[in-house]
C-alpha cells in the first residue's frame, strides 16, 4: 500500500513564506506525477502546482511567480514552496500524485490528508 503524507502548514502574516512538504512511502514502482491542490473555503479544489517525471513545472496563474514546486524523486518527496502569501492563498493544500505500484501495474491516483494553510491580513 503506498500513501502520501504532507507537512509544513500553518499561520502566516501575508508577505511571509512557507514550506510545504509531501513525501510518498509504501510500496511505489514509479511516480508519474506529483502536484499540489488546494481547497479554500466554500470553494472547489483547485490546481495549484504540477511537476512530471520529466521535471516539467506548471502554475495556476494566481500563485505564478510566488510559489515554487520541486521535487526530490531520490526521496520520493514533493515540495511547495509559498513565497509573497496573499490571504487569498488561505485553504487546505492537498498532495497529489499519479505513481505505478509495479512494471505492470495501472496508474493509481493518491492523495495526502491535506495540511492548512492560513494567511492573516
Known amino acids: 500500500q503506498a500513501q502520501l503524507v504532507e507537512s509544513g502548514g500553518g499561520l502566516v502574516q501575508a508577505g511571509g513564506s512557507l514550506r510545504l512538504s509531501c513525501a510518498a512511502s509504501?510500496?511505489?514502482?514509479?511516480?508519474?506525477?506529483m502536484d499540489w491542490y488546494r481547497q479554500a473555503p466554500g470553494k472547489e479544489r483547485e490546481l495549484v502546482a504540477a511537476?512530471?517525471?520529466?521535471?516539467?513545472?506548471n502554475y495556476a496563474d494566481s500563485v505564478k511567480g510566488r510559489f515554487t514546486i520541486s521535487r526530490d524523486n531520490a526521496k520520493n518527496v514533493v515540495y511547495l514552496q509559498m513565497n509573497s502569501l496573499k490571504p487569498e492563498d488561505t485553504g487546505v493544500y492537498y498532495c497529489?500524485?499519479?505513481?505505478?505500484?509495479?512494471?505492470?501495474?495501472?496508474?493509481?491516483?493518491?492523495w495526502g490528508q491535506g495540511t492548512q494553510v492560513s494567511v492573516s491580513s
Open positions: 497529489n500524485a499519479r505513481i505505478m505500484r509495479s512494471r505492470w501495474a495501472y496508474e493509481t491516483t493518491l
Open positions: 509504501g510500496t511505489i514502482f514509479r511516480i508519474n506525477a
Open positions: 511537476s512530471s517525471s520529466g521535471g516539467n513545472t
